[in-house]
C-alpha cells in the first residue's frame, strides 16, 4: 500500500492564480480531510469528506473547494490564491471502525503565494 | 469549537521519562482518545489510542482517568529522535477531528 500520496511536494503561485492539490489513498477509507499548518502553528482543519459524493467544512474553509467524486481521491482546489494561504497543506485518511480511529496523513504540499 | 489544551512546550534529557498531559473537557463517550508525533517537515503520525484506563505499545503509554477528561501520554527514556510535537486528539466536533496546538517536546543530551 503506498498510503496517502500528495502531488506536488512544493508548488509557488502568484496572487490570483489558481490551482489544485491532489491527494489519493489506497486504504479504502471513506473519510478524508485535508488541513493546513503555518510556520510554528498546529493543523487548522479545512474540509472533510466522510465518503464519495459527501463533502463538509471545516474550520478554515474560505477560499478553498473541495470534491469526492471517488473514495480513492479527495482534491483540494485553490480559487484564487492569496499571501494568506502560504501554508504546507496535509491530506488524511482516517480508518474508522469499532476497534480503532486513526488517521493516516500525506507527505504535505508546500505552498507559496507570492 | 472546543479543542483539547495541552502545555506549548516541555523540555527533556535523554533517559528521562516525559509525561504530557492533555485535557479533553467534551470529550463524547463514544470517542476514541488518540495522540499523534510530528517531526518537522513531516505529516503527523500515529502513536497510540485508547478508551480507558491503560494502554501501552512499543513507543508508549497511554493513561486515561475514569472521567476521561484528560489524558497522559508517558514516553520512556526519551532519546533525541523523540524531539517533535504531540497533538492528543480527544473529541469530534460535529464528526470534525479538531486539532489542538500540540507540544512541542525537545530532548536535550
Known amino acids: 500500500n503506498a498510503g496517502v500520496t500528495q502531488t506536488p511536494k512544493f508548488q509557488v503561485l502568484k496572487t490570483g492564480q489558481s490551482m489544485t492539490l491532489q491527494c489519493a489513498q489506497d486504504m479504502n477509507h471513506e473519510y478524508m480531510s485535508w488541513y493546513r499548518q503555518d510556520p510554528g502553528m498546529g493543523l487548522r482543519l479545512i474540509h472533510y469528506s466522510v465518503g464519495a459524493g459527501i463533502t463538509d467544512q471545516g474550520e478554515v474553509p474560505n477560499g478553498y473547494n473541495v470534491s469526492r467524486s471517488t473514495t480513492e481521491d479527495f482534491p483540494l482546489r485553490l480559487l484564487s490564491a492569496a499571501p494568506s494561504q502560504t501554508s504546507v497543506y496535509f491530506c488524511a485518511s482516517r480508518e474508522w471502525k469499532e476497534s480503532t480511529d486513526t488517521q493516516y496523513f500525506g507527505p504535505g504540499t508546500r505552498l507559496t503565494v507570492l | 469549537l472546543a479543542k483539547t489544551t495541552q502545555p506549548i512546550s516541555m523540555d527533556s534529557y535523554e533517559g528521562q521519562e516525559v509525561n504530557i498531559t492533555c485535557s479533553h473537557n467534551n470529550i463524547a463517550t463514544n470517542d476514541y482518545i488518540t495522540w499523534y508525533q510530528q517531526f518537522p517537515s513531516q505529516g503527523p503520525r500515529f502513536i497510540i489510542q485508547?478508551?480507558?484506563t491503560k494502554v501501552t505499545n512499543e513507543v508508549a503509554s497511554l493513561f486515561i482517568p475514569a472521567d476521561r477528561k484528560s489524558s497522559t501520554l508517558s514516553l520512556p527514556r526519551v532519546s533525541l529522535s523523540d524531539t517533535a510535537v504531540y497533538y492528543c486528539l480527544g473529541s469530534q466536533i460535529g464528526g470534525k477531528l479538531i486539532f489542538g496546538q500540540g507540544t512541542e517536546l525537545s530532548v536535550k543530551p
Open positions: 485508547g478508551y480507558k
